[in-house]
């Protein structure tokens, strides 16, 4: 069969009696580090998913979900050319869909995309949003120099094996004292990184974009709001650079919800900070780095250090 007649056959196919398919389009369900092809749909009171096996020939996984929503986020990604549909059900864990208006061998989601994503908004004006500015707790905001700010001390051990490698090369050299190599190197230092650090103080407290909000009955996200005890542990991740964005740091909240049941929310560009106020409201949750974070500190502590050694050797 091909991807339309599939589409409607499996979406069909969980329809009660009466009921009308609506809206039916092609996408991906990102769920963190797992991401699945299938066909979404609604009817009058259910979302319709159906998830495909890796072939994409073969259903793999169906289910119906109220349509009883907290809140929906529609974004477009990099280059326009794909949407992040976010949706957080109240009695189901949220889902994050990634689709395109158009998809190759499928003439029905050209006009079908724009209605779900109609569908799913109107459905959402009805519910009460969440305004980060004015929700009580502790708020975590987006570093916007942070990034500027840690490529710049990891470049400072440069500065004096730069000195003493280049100075190494002349003849009658007098090696400096620490005190002199110190000196070079604030001298050189804190007139570039001293206005980021001001910056990202002013930041942390006063016009840095509010990512969430933490008090110790809850956190207060952009799409919802997560008990506190759910919430049982905090996977961080680091990165300088990622999917031509930079500062893309996500904390992964795992949650165990009796209502939801078991699972995750990444939060993009979120502080370092931001894991001692979870902490302090939460002294008992567990929080990590992951694998991939701990490659990111390494490389990005070794790389300035190791091109230097190589540059100074070379002039």
Request: net charge positive.
């Amino acid at each position: 069969m091909t991807n339309k007649e599939l589409m409607f056959a499996s979406l069909n196919a969980l329809l009660q009696d009466g009921e009308t398919l609506m809206y039916p389009i092609y996408g991906v369900l990102d769920q963190g580090n797992a991401q699945s092809y299938g066909y979404f749909g609604f009817t009058k009171s259910h979302f319709l998913i159906v998830l495909l096996t890796p072939s994409g020939k073969q259903v793999r996984y169906t289910t119906r979900i109220p349509l009883n929503i907290n809140s929906v986020s529609v974004k477009k990604t990099f280059g326009l050319l794909q949407h992040s549909i976010y949706i957080d059900f109240k009695n189901a864990m949220p889902y994050k869909i990634l689709a395109s208006e158009k998809v190759l061998g499928l003439d029905t989601q050209a006009e079908n995309f724009p209605a779900f994503v109609r569908h799913l908004k109107n459905i959402a004006d009805h519910v009460e949003g969440v305004d980060l500015n004015n929700a009580e707790g502790s708020k975590i905001r987006f570093q916007y120099f942070n990034v500027i700010i840690y490529y710049l001390l990891a470049f400072l051990p440069v500065v004096p094996i730069m000195i003493l490698i280049i100075g190494s090369k002349h003849e009658n050299y007098v090696l400096p004292t620490v005190y002199e190599l110190v000196f070079e190197m604030l001298k050189i230092w804190v007139p570039i990184i001293l206005p980021f650090v001001f910056l990202s103080i002013f930041n942390r407290f006063l016009f840095g974009k509010t990512i969430c909000t933490v008090n110790d009955k809850e956190m207060v996200l952009e799409n919802t709001k997560i008990p506190l005890k759910c919430v049982k542990s905090v996977s961080y991740t680091p990165k300088l650079i990622s999917r031509h964005k930079v500062n893309y740091t996500f904390a992964t909240l795992h949650i165990d919800s009796s209502e939801k049941g078991e699972y995750t929310i990444d939060l993009l560009h979120f502080p370092l900070y931001g894991l001692r106020v979870i902490k302090r409201f939460k002294p008992d949750i567990e929080i990590k780095l992951t694998k991939s974070g701990v490659f990111t500190i390494v490389f990005g502590a070794l790389a300035p250090l190791i091109l230097s050694v190589l540059v100074s050797l070379v002039v």
